[in-house]
């Protein structure tokens, strides 16, 4: 990795991170386990292709199976799927373009070569959440998800300039976490209004994509991605289904001279331990990640500095409710208010509805939404 200081994010390997918090394992299973993930992961990117292929082929032969007259009424079906191939194969040399650059994107670790393990086919758990890593590309560095950072990103960084105003304070001196950063762009926005920010991810799928666009995209809207072409429901027209987006619609270098922008990789619970150290902790779309929602606002309201400040905005859409054998604790909002007052947090700001989408499909015929709760929550002086 080059210098941050040149627009590029740093990123810090936590070791041990991604092993189960709750199974305390030795540091050298932990190790070997880290490994094997990783490797999982970059295979999965690696299998995408094929995996995609393979949906499409199981596409054509059901409709092969279908009468002749019928196969009549669809002369397009053919070269539909043919479209989406080529958009798989395209995608696939995005992915191969993202993994390229992995093996050596820390700073603190090696992760040498995979060794026996080469294309393995992926799970479909891992495939999936692949998928939604494309989406992730829509939602934060593409102008078609323009208006859905407008919706998530622009109330947390409002609040950011009203609660430390440039004209008052020195901005780089104050320092903002973005725990579950994603693919960065919220941290990023941050930083590019002169803050201190540093982004924390755990999920290896973001912190790749989200180093090829922070540290490899200097261009806008050189690379083009085919997100929606895993969607055979709901499409309106078949090219609704095989629609380019472009990114990064900015430059990601461009933040100020000497910015103090960083992302760091591990789970937020096992690298944020230090009292009273941020000005402002912002969470978007991420407290629901959580196996236990009040560990993350005992761990906000540790690590926040007296008089500082977190904003919280997004759904409680809890991660791991359907999950067999993990824990999850899920509560209303109702009840996790008086929690965040209860640990001594006012809350000084508060809107129950906030419209919102997350990687929406503008051309699609569902559209989910949610009604996100926001608020900003001081930790008193
Ligand atoms: C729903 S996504 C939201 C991403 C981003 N904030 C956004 O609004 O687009 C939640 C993110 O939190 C990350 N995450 C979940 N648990 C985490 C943990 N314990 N530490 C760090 N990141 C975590 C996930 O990998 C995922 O990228």
Same mark, same amino acid.
């Given at each position: ?46 299998? &995408? %292709?094929?995996?995609? +292929?393979?949906?499409?082929?199981? !596409?054509?032969?059901?409709? =092969?199976?279908?009468? *002749? $007259? ?40 090696? &992760? %040498?070569?995979?060794? +026996?393990?080469?294309?393995?086919? !992926?799970?479909?758990?891992? =495939?999936?959440?692949? *998928? $939604? ?27 950011i300039?009203?609660?430390f ?6 901005p780089s001196q104050i320092n903002v976490l973005v ?11 941050i930083a590019?209004?002169?803050y201190s920010c540093q ?61 103090n922008f960083s ?11 230090e009292?009273n150290s941020w000005d402002c902790v912002a ?20 690590i926040l500095k007296?008089?500082g ?73």
């Open positions: 990795m080059q210098e941050p200081g040149n627009g590029e994010a740093e990123v810090n390997e936590e070791f041990g991170s991604y092993s189960a918090r709750r199974q305390r394992k030795s540091p050298e299973e932990e190790e070997r386990l880290e490994m094997e993930h990783f490797w999982k992961i970059i295979n999965t990117f690696t299998c &995408y %292709g094929s995996h995609i +292929h393979e949906r499409v082929n199981r !596409a054509e032969r059901q409709f =092969m199976s279908l009468p *002749k $007259s019928q196969q009549n009424m669809l002369p397009n079906f053919h070269s539909n799927l043919d479209r989406i191939r080529k958009c798989a194969d395209h995608n696939q040399e995005i992915l191969q373009l993202i993994v390229n650059d992995s093996t050596c994107m820390f700073e603190n670790k090696e &992760y %040498g070569n995979n060794g +026996h393990k080469k294309n393995i086919p !992926a799970s479909t758990f891992d =495939m999936d959440k692949l *998928k $939604s890593t494309i989406k992730q590309f829509v939602r934060d560095w593409s102008e078609e998800g323009k208006s859905e950072r407008e919706a998530c990103y622009q109330p947390i960084i409002n609040e300039l009203k609660y105003p440039k004209d008052k304070c020195d725990p579950g950063a994603g693919l960065g762009r919220l941290a990023w926005e590019m209004h002169g982004g924390n991810e755990w999920s290896f799928f973001m912190l790749f994509s989200s180093n090829f666009v922070l540290n490899r995209c200097s261009q806008i809207n050189a690379f083009k991605i085919y997100p929606w072409i895993h969607q055979f429901s709901n499409n309106v027209k078949s090219v609704d289904q095989v629609r380019p987006v472009y990114f990064p619609d900015v430059n990601p270098h461009d933040l100020p001279y000497n910015p992302m760091t990789a591990g789970d937020f619970q096992e690298i944020y331990t009292n969470t978007c779309f991420f407290i629901d990640t959580a196996h236990n929602i009040l560990d993350y606002i005992e761990t906000i309201w540790k007296p008089g400040i977190w904003i919280n905005l997004g759904p409680l859409l809890y991660h791991f409710e359907n999950l067999a054998n993990e824990l999850s604790i899920e509560v209303s909002y109702e009840d996790l208010k008086n929690v965040i007052i209860r640990h001594g947090f006012l809350i000084e700001v508060e809107r129950e509805s906030v419209r919102t989408t997350y990687t929406v499909n503008h051309f699609s015929m569902m559209k989910n939404f949610y009604d996100c709760i926001f608020f900003v929550a001081r930790k008193p002086e």
